[in-house]
């Protein structure tokens, strides 16, 4: 299973980004596909997630209305559109894949534990 983040860089605040995911050697089928996101000294802190069935979304309560999650299933592909940048935004942004769909059990985005695999992250860094 491998995961690979990219679209991360620098941005003034107000900025947008849009992070992808690309994900390989695993079924792409009824998972749930997250972003987290971890500032220096700061927990992993989830930021939004699909199901890959059902495109579903689920967003952590501060997060939603600037973020956007979406996905290409041809591509094995997720997205996480980032608008309205604020400073606070600034954290590794990290993909994540939970092959057990627990996302739509939780409602919600999940903890980290709920998630077995993980890419290496992109930096966004917002001043």
């Known amino acids: 299973v491998q995961l690979v983040e990219s679209g991360g860089g620098a941005v003034q605040a107000g900025g947008s980004l849009r992070l992808s995911c690309v994900a390989s050697g695993m079924r792409y089928v009824n998972n749930c596909m997250g972003w987290f996101r971890q500032a220096p000294g700061k927990e992993r802190e989830g930021v939004a997630a699909?199901?890959?069935?059902?495109?579903?979304?689920f967003y952590a309560d501060s997060m939603e209305g600037r973020f956007t999650i979406s996905q290409d299933n041809s591509k094995r592909e997720v997205y996480l559109q980032m608008d309205s940048l604020k400073p606070e935004d600034s954290a590794m942004y990290f993909c994540?894949?939970?092959?057990?769909?627990?996302?739509?059990?939780?409602?919600?985005?999940?903890?980290?534990?709920?998630?077995?695999?993980w890419g290496h992250g992109t930096q966004v860094t917002v001043s």
């Open positions: 994540a894949a939970d092959f057990l769909g627990l996302c739509t059990v939780a409602d919600g985005v999940g903890p980290p534990a709920d998630y077995g695999y």
């Open positions: 699909i199901h890959t069935g059902s495109s579903r979304t």
